[in-house]
T-cell receptor, first 120, second 114 residues
Framework: NAGVTQTPKFRVLKTGQSMTLLCAQD?????MYWYRQDPGMGLRLIHYSVGEGTTAKGEVPDGYNVSRLKKQNFLLGLESAAPSQTSVYFCASRRRSRGLAGVSTSYEQYFGPGTRLTVT | GENVEQHPSTLSVQEGDSAVIKCTYSDSASNYFPWYKQELGKRPQLIID?????GEKKDQRIAVTLNKTAKHFSLHITETQPEDSAVYFC?????????????FGKGTSLLVTP
C-alpha cells in the first residue's frame, strides 16, 4: 500500500495563476482533509470531506475549492493564487469506524508527504 | 471551535534528561488527543495518543497524561536522545464539527544536545 500520496511535491506559481493539488489514498478511508502549515502556526484545516461527493469548509477555506468525485481522491484547487497561499499543504485521511451506539472508535489520521507551494 | 494552546514553543535539553511539553484545550467535548513528531521537511508522524477515558498512557520512553477537569494534557519524553530533536505538535479532536478534524497547537521545537 502506498498510503496517502500527494502530487506535486513542489510548485512555484505566479500571483493569479491556478493549480490543483491531488491527494490520493489507497486505504479505502471515508474521511479526507486538507491542512496548510505555516511557520509558527501549526497545521490549520482548509477543507474536509466525510465521504465521496461531500465536502465542507474548515478553519481557513478562503481562496480554495475542493472536490471529492472519487472516494480515493481529494483535490484542492487554487483559482487565483496569492502570496498569502505560500505554504506547505498536507492531506490526511482516516477511516470511519463505528462501535456501539455509533460512537467512532478510530480517530487516527494518516498524512501525506506534503506539497510545498510558493506563490511569487 | 476548539482552541489548543501549546507550551513552550522551544525547548532545549541535554541528552539523557527529560522533556515535557504541555497543551491546553478549550472544548470540554474533545475526546481524543494525539501527539505528532515532525522532522524537517517531513510529514507529521503520530507518536502517541490518548482518549478522554484514560488518564495516562506510556509507550517506552514516551508518555502522555490527560487532566480532563483542567483541560490539559502533556507529553513526557524520558532519557532523551539526539534523534528526538524535532518539532512536536499536540492536537485535539473536535467531535461535534469538522468531520473529526484535528485542531493543532502551534508546535514545540525540541533540541536535544549531546
Amino acid at each position: 500500500n502506498a498510503g496517502v500520496t500527494q502530487t506535486p511535491k513542489f510548485r512555484v506559481l505566479k500571483t493569479g495563476q491556478s493549480m490543483t493539488l491531488l491527494c490520493a489514498q489507497d486505504m479505502n478511508h471515508e474521511y479526507m482533509y486538507w491542512y496548510r502549515q505555516d511557520p509558527g502556526m501549526g497545521l490549520r484545516l482548509i477543507h474536509y470531506s466525510v465521504g465521496e461527493g461531500t465536502t465542507a469548509k474548515g478553519e481557513v477555506p478562503d481562496g480554495y475549492n475542493v472536490s471529492r468525485l472519487k472516494k480515493q481522491n481529494f483535490l484542492l484547487g487554487l483559482e487565483s493564487a496569492a502570496p498569502s497561499q505560500t505554504s506547505v499543504y498536507f492531506c490526511a485521511s482516516r477511516r470511519r469506524s463505528r462501535g456501539l451506539a455509533g460512537v467512532s472508535t478510530s480517530y487516527e489520521q494518516y498524512f501525506g508527504p506534503g506539497t510545498r507551494l510558493t506563490v511569487t | 471551535g476548539e482552541n489548543v494552546e501549546q507550551h513552550p514553543s522551544t525547548l532545549s535539553v541535554q541528552e539523557g534528561d527529560s522533556a515535557v511539553i504541555k497543551c491546553t484545550y478549550s472544548d470540554s467535548a474533545s475526546n481524543y488527543f494525539p501527539w505528532y513528531k515532525q522532522e524537517l521537511g517531513k510529514r507529521p508522524q503520530l507518536i502517541i495518543d490518548i482518549r478522554s477515558n484514560v488518564g495516562e498512557k506510556k509507550d517506552q520512553r514516551i508518555a502522555v497524561t490527560l487532566n480532563k477537569t483542567a483541560k490539559h494534557f502533556s507529553l513526557h519524553i524520558t532519557e532523551t536522545q539526539p534523534e528526538d530533536s524535532a518539532v512536536y505538535f499536540c492536537a485535539a479532536i473536535d467531535p461535534l464539527n469538522s468531520g473529526y478534524a484535528l485542531n493543532f497547537g502551534k508546535g514545540t521545537s525540541l533540541l536535544v544536545t549531546p
